[in-house]
């Protein structure tokens, strides 16, 4: 049994709560909180997540007794603890008595107190300090009945450009290189005369008068996660050395660029996600199930924690539209259904001050008599229904790249044909046919393994190593099907480009050549006619690409590069790779993608069925649960069900189709025969 | 006889006039100007702003020959002076011998030398050699008989986020809160783990990492106007000690955020105004209305001073447009009408060189011969026959609320539902249709006085504390009439979200309770239906509100609030309250606002004339003044007055009809029978 | 025989060749590079640019055997070198050994290192180290066969806010005002009180609360470009003390606003430019025709260096768009017609890493066998065909001015009456109708002598000294004709507004008195009528013009200037000039431009030539060498050339009519009869 099979049998399936701070309440409230937590349906909390300064108020100082009496409260009341260590917050005595803790910013300043993440992950100080308020934490609750889960700080994310991250950087990159030499050829310093002779000269890099060195920026981001999973490695390694049985997690951001999740979902026991999809993106939904594609997948298929969302609207944004009704629910089933075993919320009690007054919460200012908190109390019913659920997961034959040093390679570098690549959009943009098409998909990094897929997506691999790019090769060798699109395999594992021409790693592999780059214009359009006939259009970019072994699928009918290739597909060993040259108008791609996935063999089971109803499988050995959610606020569908079931949520049979009314939802567990 | 009923016998009326620099000119020069200000009409100058360095060349050096000189020349030709302490400007000795003198920027930095107003507030060493030049100038100047008003420095504004600054913060907090413990609860300093144990944790807001603790940031800001102040109460008891006969002003500024100058203004004789309208805002003459009433209800209803304005462009903004022929004038005349009791500009004679070459001066670039100088001098000779309007003021039965609380909430905060909230527009959104039904209008905030209104207008009061609340509450009970709109009432004095649901403060006046506040999408439009069945549209926001006693004007037509009330009316004791939960399109907004203002009892003696004639009446004991001034360029208009009396500006008999030329204007005398 | 002279006879005609950087590459691939340079045509190569570091890898420790095995393999290859010194590029170790060295913001932090041009101008230190390695390469290359020029540092620009800043600057005001009173008035400090009384107080203009004072900020300007001037001085004599006639030569950039590069050229033996036209500027070529004209202008009119420009895309620009097949040459035969005796590349091989990856070369990614190898060898074959060509120039009877004080005055000073006045811009509306109608044009500033020419064009000299001003009465008294547009004459070289009214210098010149400037309001447009009925409009400012002894030319039609001068005709003198009060619609202002140079007797011989057909002349006592370059992409078009010749790119003969194919060209030599 694993830690997290502990988890979920403590919990009785799904985890439903959110981040509690009582700290800011009287005891009075806390009676009040737990009555209201039963009510809702709550059986878990992540409490402690900003209190280091509320249990140690003055250094070697603490004040355990308010946690004592929470905790033992929370027990009784069957409400588990996420215990976080509090060391996202470090308290203003510790930046007052040691300045040097705050994190520098790129121009050489230093932060001011007044928030939170407010440490410089290499400071020794910081650390220490860290590693002290952790072990009386594990001293004192390893054994608290009511401890689940170990939650490690929060959010990890902080970047400092001060002089202990000089120092480690320093030796992180001795470590890496072993020489000054290899420094040197790795980050191309001849040019421009950046050449180092000591280590002592490498520092961090602060804004240049122009731009900066791209491979020595790209290592200061890799170095900067690893840095702050050093951070989280040495707490977790504190509170496991107490107790081993209890899972550790720390929680992650949707969509962020600054830590390379793949190098740290294997040192937890479960990948936790926070994540606020915007209500004002219509599309919102879409990159959620991406993100929780990718958090299933970030452990290889084990369920994950869903630990923040907000109930409502948020309060981080400039504009922050609430969830309107229905969507709260539906959003969380949406987790659900793509392995999350949890629905947390931040946060429990919506404070009165602080800078997140505005942030909705599970209970929200206008109190139990609200829409909030009655949509709350509803779902909260609906999780134990769905308990069966739990620690299922699914499958998939496709898999999609998501790659931490693609993403710093196109974003984090300024110098490339064009600076406004968006690796996300672009990764959305590949996602989405798959999405509407109801497919299941896998995410992978350049380092994963590709074993059991039939069909690998590729999204603009631009920087790509070169174990990265022969695990993509030997794929397609093997008879997989390969989708990539342009600028991939440019630069290698050193933001180097690599010799011999574009596109570098893959030339053999898309069975062509490219001579040069050609972004396009503002607003420049370009003709484009497949093999068949049909014409669409592509902007914003175009290789000017020689075809060897490759034929062309489209080509442009206009224009300089007119007859030219515009997708190539090439037969390379067993495989097959379509790859694309320019930026195809979207339903045009998504027809392509749709037609290369059917030709691999890959069928989805809902297929027709439209795509504003999400429909995923999660299963066991035993059952599997279909989900269907209907995000359409307007029209009600219908969903043919190929098997006999039961719907979950209503406990009724189904036999075939199942209606969903607008913003509606199924989970129709069909039993293996 | 008040300290300013002495200045206005002595300027024989109004004071014409504006900033004179003489230390940027030969003295052949100075003869040039006052034979010019005798042609002009001028009976009044601002003296010595910005002439600290040529005081004090050298700390404890003075040169007080060029001054003697200048006022004495100035007495010889009738021209008063309103003595500048010249703090404004400390001279660079003062910066170079103690850099610790400069303000301070939010990352850290000092800003450098090269301006005005380049001091920190906090500083005592500013202070102190600031007392001793204002020491000098009182001693020399007192009983000089061309004195007869002294300037306080200029334009109080600069904060700083020193070390000076975190000092006197602390102290200002101590005083404040008492205890920490005080402190961290009214902060929220659970938040995030923000609490504070040793008052010397305690500094101003440097940028952090995230967002600004939103109290933390709200009493900087009324610590750093506090500090301001205290800097402007010292000069002015220096110069008090030594004759206390002599009015003292400082000159704020138009629609200033970072003084909150209902706190100055009892500090002062007169409530003075720096405004320079942009000529390129078709609107700009409405929003100088509004802050012309500010400052004549600054000291409840005392007429106040026009210290500086510009004769035509300016060289502040990016685009600087000039005041076309005729509209000096009747922005003169406008500011007159709302009780200013001066026409002063700045400057004097333009300067060669400098920062403002090209702020348009009295006297222009182009010398006497120019369009400018004879403008200006008609108006010195209209001024002249106007001189009866002195000392006389208005009345009104209308109350709007006006508060810098309030816009600090508003605008000093991240984080709230949405971060554009601008309060100077949402007021003047409320003050135009008064504006242009000729209602005469005072201004009050959350701690005035309402007695004698019979309509309060109270636009977006997000932050009120508890007796500014109880204030309104009590004035609608007694039988006022309360227009109000959405997002008011919600945080107390503290910035923290008041308990028990929104709008907090409101709920029992308004007759509603609202759920949560639903910010609007970009471009989002709603249809609105009247009780009568008037249709209209509203955008931006919407309350989700529940009516209690509350009964809707109008609901929503469309939308997942459909059916719901939009605009509330609620009966409240003796009085009646009508609320916008929406921002409904402006015309429909105002015809509410009408109605509402006429079904108080309220009515203007100007009903009926068109908007682009301005009306408004001075008056006293013996006479009342009424002012029209027709802001179209291109319409003649005729307005009847309901009585027979005199144009002071032609001399002409007024029996019935007034016919106003393009930008033309009559100040009509009638005298009470 | 001058030291260009001598270089053109060593390389044979024209220098064919580009950057190289030979450090970054290893021995194998040098013997690669020569063997395609001799494929290319190359003859000359830059070298050293950036070597600082490899040259010097620690304080004092040289490495000089790598460069003395490229100097010998480039002169066994017939590659001529431009050696540079190495100084752009400050190593690691000075910067890490005295941080002193690195620019200072103007917010007072220091830049990081990762760059080039990392220095402080003023630094003591730096110009040591700079001066030593200079020294070091001058003793040991000084007389190697291959060296033919002395390329002294790169691009030089850095402006430095530190302390070693300031204490130059101070020296250098002292120098030039001698007195500290004569300071504070040209500054006019006496504004705002800004008095100096101590040269200790006078610093670098650090940012200030607000706008700095604008003679100071001119001073600055002035200031660092005579800094980095100093620094190029102090590095050429250094190599002319070891050799006298090997010419010596600094890159400059096109419309390069910090540095004055009149004050420059006449220390350089030819003035040489780095130009990247950008392809996405549909217009582009017609700025660069002007920057060539000046170039060739800034020494008189001899043949210039094209020593860096791009074989397509370059990566500094957010979009970089390629150069489409074709216009790499034509570019570069544009600039040779207009007396570029050059044609240069940055760089030759394109690097595999560091900033510039993308940043395309004679040599690029993709290798020789390529689009742009193709065409880098096309085009090196035909400047041979061209060699006649090198050394010869042009002449022109029409001047525009160009004057780094006047563009100081107008883009970096805040407070003029709008803030959006782009010189660039300006300039180039008045040089297109004159590039379009194929008229040769000389550029020159404010300080240079106009003798022989018949026109001289003035546009928006608002900032300009007493000479200058006198230099074009003069040329107008003496019959010149002068075009001149508004807001010109109104600063003295103090950036002081002269007295007695706008326009300042040009009152008399103009017929015209100036009351005020009237800057438009955003899309407002005004009506213009000439006086023989046409009509066009006007945008963006207007003066508010009253004519003296001038007529007018063209009247408002409407508005509130309605009848009053729009476009001024004054007779003065034996000369004549037109000044346009207002921004007139592009082509009616080019077609009064048209008339008035029609009128002043300079004709083009290739009137009536379509604009897309650039025309130009360069000759010398034996041949002319007419130049017919065909921008259009996609027209054919004929030219007539006058006399009979031969075309050198084809050695067809000429008789009459020459066909170019789109983006096709012709140099026709004819023989002076």
Redo the contacts between chains.
């Keep these: 049994m694993t830690r997290m099979d502990g988890f979920r049998e403590r919990v009785g399936g799904f985890a439903f709560g959110g981040d509690y ?1 009582p ?2 309440w009287d005891p009075a409230v806390w009676r009040e909180d737990v009555r209201l937590m039963r009510e809702a349906g709550v059986n878990a909390v992540s409490l402690g997540v ?5 249990l140690e ?2 250094p070697g100082t603490y004040e355990f007794g308010w946690l004592d009496e929470i905790m033992d409260l929370l027990h009784d009341n069957g409400v588990s603890v996420n215990l976080a260590t ?1 060391t996202a ?5 510790l930046t ?1 008595l040691h300045p040097e803790v705050f ?1 520098i910013r790129d ?12 440490y410089d992950p290499s400071s020794p100080i910081y650390r220490e300090y860290a590693a002290n308020i952790t072990t009386k934490l594990a001293e004192r609750y390893s054994f608290h009945p009511a401890l689940a889960m170990w939650h490690i700080s929060n959010e990890y994310g ?1 970047t400092s450009y001060g002089e202990a991250a000089s120092i480690n950087f320093r030796s992180w990159l001795r470590r890496k290189y072993g020489t000054l030499d290899r420094l040197n050829e ?13 280590w ?2 490498v ?1 961090v ?12 920026r790209l290592d200061f981001k890799r170095f900067t996660s690893d840095a702050l999973l050093e951070c989280y490695l040495a707490e977790r390694d504190i509170v496991r050395s107490f107790r081993d049985d209890i899972p550790v997690m720390t929680n992650f951001m949707r969509f962020f660029r600054h830590a390379d999740y793949w190098k740290w979902a294997p040192e937890e026991d479960a990948a936790a996600l926070d994540i606020y999809p915007n209500p ?1 993106d219509p599309d919102s939904h879409v990159s959620a199930a991406f993100n929780y594609d990718l958090f299933r997948s970030l452990k290889g298929g084990q369920p994950w924690m869903l630990m923040e969302q907000s109930s ?2 948020v ?8 969830k ?2 229905g969507r709260m629910r539906l959003g969380s089933l949406q987790a659900v259904s793509r392995a999350a075993d949890s629905v947390m919320f931040f946060q429990w009690r ?11 919460a599970m209970l ?4 139990p008599d ?3 908190f009655r949509e709350i109390t509803d779902l909260g019913r609906e999780m134990k229904l769905l308990a069966p659920v739990a620690g299922t997961t699914s499958r998939s034959e496709i898999a999609i790249v998501f790659d931490w040093d693609g993403w710093w390679g196109l974003e984090e570098v ?7 690549f968006s690796y996300t959009e672009t990764v959305m943009r590949h996602y989405t046919p798959l999405w509407e098409r109801h497919h299941a998909v896998d995410v992978v990094s350049h380092a994963s393994s590709l074993d059991g897929y039939k069909v690998l997506v590729v999204p603009n691999a631009y920087l790509i190593d070169d174990e990265g790019a022969a695990r993509i090769i030997e794929f397609a060798r093997n008879g997989g099907t390969v989708i990539m699109s342009f600028f991939s395999g440019v ?1 290698d594992g ?4 690599r ?4 596109p570098g790693a893959f030339r053999e592999l898309i069975g062509a ?7 396009a ?2 607003h420049e359009e370009f003709g484009v006619e497949f093999a068949d006939g049909r014409r669409t259009t592509s902007t914003w970019w175009r290789d ?1 690409l020689h075809l060897e072994s490759g034929t062309a699928l489209a080509t442009y009918a206009d224009g ?1 590069l007119a007859g030219r290739a515009a997708v190539v597909e090439n037969r390379f060993g067993a495989g097959r790779v379509v790859y694309f040259a320019t930026l195809l108008e979207q339903s045009a791609f998504d027809a392509v993608v749709a037609d290369v996935v059917a030709e691999a063999g890959v069928r989805s089971r809902f297929d027709g069925v439209p795509a504003h109803v999400e429909c995923t499988v999660r299963g066991d050995a035993s059952n599997e649960y279909v989900f269907l959610l209907n995000h359409s606020a307007d029209q009600s569908t219908s969903v043919t069900v190929g098997a006999e079931g039961t719907d979950l949520l209503t406990g009724s049979p189904v036999t075939g189709e199942v209606t969903l009314a607008p913003l509606g939802a199924a989970v129709v567990r069909i039993t293996h025969p």
């Design positions: 701070n700290e800011q900003f209190a280091w300064a509320s108020p003055e509090p917050a470090p308290p203003v005595w007052h994190p121009d050489g300043q230093p932060f001011g107190f007044g928030n939170r993440l407010h902080p790795a980050w191309t310093t001849r040019f421009w005369g950046q050449l180092y002779t000591d002592d000269q520092d890099p602060h804004i240049p008068r122009n731009w900066m060195n791209p491979t020595r004002a409502s609207a309060s981080q944004w400039q504009l922050n539209i609430v309107e009704p919506a404070s009165r001050g602080g800078q997140e007054r505005f942030h909705s929200p200012h206008s109190g609200s829409r909030t300024f110098g490339l044909p064009r600076s406004d630069v050193d933001n180097r480009v010799p011999d021409g574009y050549k490219i001579d040069e780059y050609w972004p214009r503002p000017d300089l």
